[in-house]
């Protein structure tokens, strides 16, 4: 039941990401990034599984659950680590640009309407 419910959020987190990365704004672009990144980190660990226990609590006898892989957590926060990083970077750079041009507007970057 929980994969089915973290199933439907992801499904609305992909569609927002996606809204937002088709708008003209370059800050919703670069939210909508975001948003899509961290869902697919969701959707990483949604895969890695929930049961298991930990795999220092696991003991080495056979008759107990096998332990959650940590190797999918450790890969998902270290790319939400480096998503956190280039986030800010996008937002410094847009921030640049709206001291340059004094817009963010896409359309009235690119010089057609």
């Given at each position: 039941?929980?994969?089915?419910?973290?199933?439907?959020?992801?499904?609305?987190?992909?569609?927002?990401?996606?809204?937002?990365?088709?708008?003209?704004?370059?800050?919703?672009?670069?939210?909508?990034?975001?948003?899509?990144?961290?869902?697919?980190?969701?959707?990483?660990?949604?895969?890695g599984g929930?049961?298991?226990?930990?795999?220092?609590?696991?003991?080495?006898?056979?008759?107990?659950?096998?332990?959650?892989?940590?190797?999918?957590?450790?890969?998902?926060?270290?790319?939400?680590?480096?998503?956190?990083?280039?986030?800010?970077?996008?937002?410094?750079l847009t921030?640049?640009?709206?001291?340059?041009?004094?817009?963010?507007?896409?359309?009235?970057?690119?010089?057609?309407?």
């Amino acid at each position: 039941m929980t994969e089915v419910f973290l199933a439907g959020i992801l499904g609305v987190l992909f569609s927002i990401g996606t809204y937002l990365v088709l708008r003209r704004d370059v800050v919703r672009v670069v939210w909508g990034i975001t948003i899509i990144s961290q869902s697919a980190n969701v959707y990483l660990v949604t895969m890695g599984g929930f049961g298991g226990l930990g795999p220092i609590l696991s003991g080495h006898g056979g008759g107990g659950p096998a332990p959650t892989d940590p190797i999918v957590q450790a890969l998902v926060l270290t790319a939400i680590v480096i998503g956190f990083g280039t986030t800010a970077l996008a937002l410094v750079l847009t921030y640049r640009v709206y001291e340059e041009h004094g817009t963010i507007d896409m359309y009235e970057l690119g010089g057609s309407r």
